[in-house]
């Protein structure tokens, strides 16, 4: 039987980007007691609020969403910047290639998840509202909540508050009940295997 933890937006501690550009906010860190260095996968929110460099995560996959505003990011071997919109599709991209990040029209709020690279792939996927039953086909599910929602899983029901989120543990071929009128962030992670999630979400 699968579990849910409630991930409140309240527990998360701030921390401001050696550049000043931004501060990254961490959701979550898999395994258990993993740090920034050697985990599986990790999931973070960051405000992006002045033009700059990205950390380099050497072997990592990483997938942006943008939840607040537009972002603008030249990525090695890219022709061209490449441009993020709110509620827009996530995009994947080497963690390891030097990315530059460029917020427009003001301060910028994206959803990240970061995947080390050989063990686990992973989506993120954008539903502006949620009625009904929704399939999970991963090990792993975190839904994040934007500006707060109701969720039923298993017979369980949790208020989420703004920017809360809660992780599904295990989710394997499964389905999750969802009533939101508000936006809704379904991140899926899975270990990399014969027939892999797709790896754009």
Same mark, same amino acid.
Not at 116 to 142: D, H, K, M
């Given at each position: 039987?699968?579990?849910?933890?409630?991930?409140?937006?309240?527990?998360?501690?701030?921390?401001?980007?050696?550049?000043?550009?931004?501060?990254?906010?961490?959701?979550?860190?898999?395994?258990? &007691?993993?740090?920034?260095?050697?985990?599986?996968?990790?999931?973070? *929110?960051?405000?992006?609020?002045?033009?700059?460099?990205? @950390?380099?995560?050497?072997?990592? %996959?990483?997938?942006?969403?943008?939840?607040?505003?537009?972002?603008?990011?030249?990525?090695?071997?890219?022709?061209? @910047?490449?441009?993020?919109? +709110? &509620?827009?599709?996530?995009?994947?991209?080497? &963690?390891?290639?030097?990315?530059?990040?460029?917020? *427009?029209?003001?301060?910028?709020?994206?959803?990240?998840?970061?995947?080390?690279?050989?063990?686990?792939? &992973?989506?993120?996927?954008?539903?502006?509202?949620?009625?009904?039953?929704?399939?999970?086909?991963? +090990?792993?599910?975190?839904?994040?909540?934007?500006?707060?929602?109701?969720?039923?899983?298993?017979?369980?029901?949790?208020?989420?508050?703004?920017?809360?989120?809660?992780?599904?543990?295990?989710?394997?071929? %499964?389905?999750?009940?969802?009533?939101? @009128?508000?936006?809704?962030?379904?991140?899926?992670?899975?270990?990399?295997?014969?027939?892999?999630? +797709?790896?754009?979400?």
């Amino acid at each position: 039987m699968s579990s849910i933890r409630h991930l409140r937006a309240a527990d998360r501690r701030r921390t401001p980007w050696k550049n000043g550009g931004g501060t990254t906010s961490e959701v979550l860190l898999f395994p258990e &007691g993993a740090t920034a260095d050697d985990f599986d996968w990790r999931i973070s *929110l960051a405000d992006v609020e002045c033009p700059g460099m990205f @950390s380099i995560f050497p072997g990592v %996959d990483r997938i942006t969403a943008v939840m607040e505003g537009r972002l603008a990011l030249a990525i090695k071997g890219e022709a061209q @910047s490449l441009e993020l919109i +709110e &509620g827009g599709q996530a995009m994947t991209y080497p &963690g390891d290639f030097p990315t530059f990040g460029v917020p *427009l029209d003001g301060p910028v709020r994206d959803l990240n998840l970061m995947l080390r690279r050989g063990r686990w792939i &992973g989506s993120i996927e954008y539903l502006p509202t949620a009625l009904g039953n929704v399939p999970v086909s991963a +090990e792993q599910c975190v839904i994040l909540a934007p500006v707060g929602a109701q969720v039923d899983y298993d017979g369980e029901g949790c208020d989420l508050g703004a920017g809360d989120a809660i992780w599904l543990v295990p989710a394997t071929d %499964d389905f999750v009940s969802l009533s939101a @009128s508000t936006p809704l962030y379904i991140i899926q992670m899975c270990r990399e295997g014969p027939e892999p999630l +797709e790896r754009s979400a």
